[in-house]
């Protein structure tokens, strides 16, 4: 139930969406008949169009993003027993009708994966990552279209475990855990995004892992800078991947998934 909660949730408050439903009622607040709400609704318009141009012109979303990329630098322990990389955004149902694997986040996390698994030829090899979709229209796996990318990198898959039922990040901890049954004494290397790395520590720390970040797909130089750039898109884009996040740490604290709001 917290899944579709969650999606349903993201659907209203994430912040493009959210600004455009506060456009709306501003709009139809300023077409009523009463004096009262046309002010509302006029001020309601203005300040929405305040925060787009603010948004369009500084990078609000690299200061929201910075601090999760920043949170846990590349660790290497001097053993590594395995190495398990997080799935995010494979493409079903683009890959299924092109026919060939499609991912645009996770591929930047299958390069750091495939490096790993070179660097580190006796590791155990995992894959975790189903569908975060309420629901999908394509007969393939995420796994699947994982393991192809995997293997076109030259990863040798046919002595990888992948777990294909997992919905999130805190289902990624808990079923894989279920599979490999990792122990104190061993040494995971984990993979994801750099932005993604905080509530994924947390959550295979909870789960048991004794897991050291290995994060892939930086989006920011993790220094704060004011220099303005007109660019709504990308500022906007960025500020929704921060602001994900940050919701998921929040909530995964809340319900228990987590023991620390902020991982360190």
């Given at each position: 139930?917290?899944?579709?909660?969650?999606?349903?949730?993201?659907?209203?408050?994430?912040?493009?969406?959210?600004?455009?439903?506060?456009?709306?009622?501003?709009?139809?607040?300023?077409?009523?008949?009463?004096?009262?709400?046309?002010?509302?609704?006029?001020?309601?318009?203005?300040y929405?169009?305040?925060?787009?141009?603010?948004?369009?012109?500084?990078?609000?979303?690299?200061?929201?993003?910075?601090?999760?990329?920043?949170?846990?630098?590349?660790?290497?322990?001097?053993?590594v027993?395995g190495?398990?990389?997080?799935?995010?955004?494979?493409?079903?149902?683009?890959?299924?009708?092109?026919?060939?694997?499609?991912?645009?986040?996770?591929?930047?996390?299958?390069?750091?994966?495939?490096?790993?698994?070179?660097?580190y030829?006796?590791?155990?090899?995992?894959?975790?990552?189903?569908?975060?979709?309420?629901?999908?229209?394509?007969?393939?796996?995420?796994?699947?279209?994982?393991?192809?990318?995997?293997?076109?990198?030259?990863?040798?898959?046919?002595?990888?475990?992948?777990?294909d039922?997992?919905?999130?990040?805190?289902?990624?901890?808990?079923?894989?855990?279920?599979m490999?049954?990792?122990?104190?004494?061993?040494?995971?290397?984990?993979?994801?995004s750099?932005?993604?790395?905080?509530?994924s520590?947390?959550?295979?720390?909870?789960?048991g892992?004794?897991?050291?970040?290995?994060?892939?797909?930086?989006?920011?130089?993790?220094?704060?800078?004011?220099?303005?750039?007109?660019?709504?898109?990308?500022?906007?884009?960025?500020?929704?991947?921060?602001?994900?996040?940050?919701?998921?740490?929040?909530?995964?604290?809340?319900?228990?998934?987590?023991?620390?709001?902020?991982?360190?």
């Amino acid at each position: 139930m917290s899944f579709v909660i969650s999606k349903v949730f993201w659907v209203f408050f994430s912040p493009g969406n959210l600004l455009i439903l506060a456009l709306l009622l501003g709009v139809f607040l300023a077409a009523a008949k009463t004096k009262f709400w046309q002010n509302i609704g006029h001020h309601i318009c203005f300040y929405v169009a305040l925060l787009f141009f603010v948004i369009a012109v500084f990078p609000v979303g690299d200061w929201l993003l910075a601090p999760l990329e920043n949170r846990f630098p590349s660790t290497r322990p001097d053993r590594v027993d395995g190495i398990i990389v997080l799935g995010g955004d494979e493409k079903t149902q683009i890959s299924e009708k092109r026919g060939q694997p499609v991912a645009f986040d996770s591929a930047r996390r299958y390069i750091m994966f495939a490096t790993l698994a070179r660097e580190y030829p006796n590791a155990k090899l995992v894959f975790s990552g189903g569908s975060g979709l309420l629901a999908s229209e394509a007969k393939l796996k995420d796994a699947e279209v994982a393991k192809q990318a995997l293997k076109n990198l030259g990863v040798p898959v046919e002595r990888m475990i992948f777990e294909d039922t997992s919905r999130n990040t805190r289902e990624n901890a808990v079923k894989s855990a279920e599979m490999i049954k990792p122990t104190p004494q061993q040494n995971w290397l984990l993979v994801t995004s750099a932005w993604h790395m905080a509530r994924s520590m947390a959550c295979f720390r909870q789960a048991g892992w004794n897991v050291f970040a290995a994060p892939a797909g930086y989006q920011t130089t993790g220094e704060f800078s004011l220099k303005p750039q007109f660019n709504l898109e990308e500022h906007l884009q960025t500020m929704t991947r921060a602001l994900h996040e940050y919701y998921g740490l929040v909530a995964y604290r809340l319900l228990g998934y987590t023991g620390e709001l902020w991982p360190k």
